[in-house]
């Protein structure tokens, strides 16, 4: 299954790229879930986030890896996957896009592909990821608003 949300925010796109850390992280975590934060590298290839969601005793480990990244005049991206991901996914994979619209707009893309296994679940699953990530948009908003330049 795949998820689009874009995102316009009053911010330089370079600075918006910068704004891609531990904090920002943490600032999109899905409201109610309990989710602990372990590890996190940062952007780049070969980073990864590492995050325990739920609580223990029952309490699953994701970790995600930076595959790639890049930037040029007009982009900067990186894309994770699931490396290790909670028994109900089988593959994950997020392209983060930033793209330059002028110099105090910038459109952020989350891409979203995912898999369960069984294509009834990916449906039953998708109004609750396309929301998690559709909640995203407010706080990308809040985070990089034009006075942050």
């Known amino acids: 299954m795949k998820i689009v949300v ?3 925010v009053n911010q330089y796109y370079k600075r918006v790229a910068e704004g891609f850390n531990e904090d920002l992280f943490m600032a999109l975590k899905p409201p109610l879930m309990p989710l602990e934060l372990l590890r996190f590298d940062g952007c780049e290839k070969g980073d990864e986030v590492h ?3 739920g609580k ?3 309490s699953t480990l994701w970790i995600a890896e930076i595959i790639e990244n890049g930037r ?6 990186f894309i994770d996957i699931g490396k290790q991901l909670p028994f109900i996914l089988n593959k994950w ?3 983060h896009r930033i793209i330059n619209k002028s110099s105090t707009e910038t459109k952020i893309i989350d891409a979203i592909e995912y898999y369960t296994g069984f294509i009834l679940l990916d449906f ?3 109004p609750l990821f396309y929301l ?3 909640l995203r948009k407010p ?5 990089f608003a034009e006075n942050l330049k």
């Open 124 to 126: 039953i699953l998708y």
């Open 6 to 8: 874009e995102t316009i």
């Open 51 to 53: 995050i325990r969601l």
């Open 56 to 58: 223990k005793p029952i």
């Open 72 to 77: 040029d005049d007009n982009e900067i991206y």
């Open 132 to 134: 998690q990530f559709l």
């Open 139 to 143: 706080i990308y908003k809040r985070t």
């Open 93 to 95: 994979t997020h392209r």
